[in-house]
């Protein structure tokens, strides 16, 4: 089956500009997340999707990030405006379900350097 | 509260010795899974090996040994006979399905380097 794809990979702007990022998830795969990866640091969770619904974004800088799911397949990650501190890698990841039982599958991520 | 703890953050070893990586974790949970990823230069996440609360058993798959302990909340990973291909970021993760999201948390990961 195809992976969980990602775009772009690379990504360099300077602050107080906008990016976005594009997932496409498993097909089939309900439940999609993204993560923020910081140099040297685990991936920690910026938002989770069920289908089209979010269930959790309590860790989203909702002052400048921004995520969507419309269609409950592909997703979105605004930044706007973009900080120095928010250089990292956006990784995407589905699963099956929202069972914790269920592996993650990610993507090879987007890395983003912020000027 | 939920929580990952890698101590170490960088093992470097020589080709062929044996290294284990330690994790232990924190949950409120009585059912949950433990994980292990793979990072490898390239940046994509690998999923290794998933192990539920309820499954004490050892698990070997080739080189690779996973020793799991509720009693000292440690779920740790072992390779045997390394290699240079095995050099990589390695996460422990730990999700718990009967929390209002069933996320998984990650620890800091442990980066190993095998020389040649």
């Known amino acids: 089956e195809a992976g969980v794809a990602q775009s772009p990979r690379y990504k360099i702007i300077e602050k107080r500009q906008s990016v976005a990022f594009w997932c496409n998830p498993i097909?089939?795969?309900?439940?999609l997340y993204w993560y923020q990866q910081i140099l040297g640091q685990g991936p920690k969770l910026l938002i989770q999707?069920?289908?089209?619904?979010?269930?959790?974004d309590s860790q989203l800088p909702k002052d400048r990030f921004s995520a969507e799911r419309l269609k409950g397949v592909d997703s979105t990650l605004k930044i706007q405006p973009a900080k120095l501190e928010d250089s990292a890698v956006y990784l995407c990841?589905?699963?099956?379900?929202?069972?914790?039982?269920?592996?993650?599958?990610f993507g090879a991520g987007s890395r983003l350097t912020v000027l | 509260a939920q929580k990952v703890t890698q101590a170490q953050t960088e093992i470097s070893v020589v080709e062929k010795e044996d290294v284990t990586l330690d994790c232990v974790y924190e949950?409120?949970?009585?059912?949950?899974?433990l994980f292990w990823y793979k990072q490898p230069p390239s940046g994509e996440l690998v999923f290794l090996i998933r192990?539920?609360?309820?499954?004490?058993q050892n698990e070997i798959s080739g080189r690779y040994s996973w020793n799991f302990q509720k009693s000292t909340s440690s779920f740790n990973f072992t390779i045997t006979a390394s290699q240079v291909v095995d050099s990589a970021v390695y996460f422990c993760?730990?999700?718990?399905?009967?929390?209002?999201?069933?996320?998984?948390?990650f620890g800091s990961g442990t980066r190993l380097s095998i020389r040649p």
């Open positions: 192990r539920n609360s309820f499954d004490e």
């Open positions: 990841a589905s699963r099956y379900s929202n069972s914790g039982a269920n592996v993650l599958t």
């Open positions: 097909s089939g795969h309900a439940t």
């Open positions: 999707f069920q289908n089209n619904g979010v269930v959790d």
């Open positions: 993760a730990l999700s718990a399905p009967y929390s209002s999201a069933s996320k998984i948390i």
């Open positions: 949950t409120r949970d009585t059912t949950y899974y």
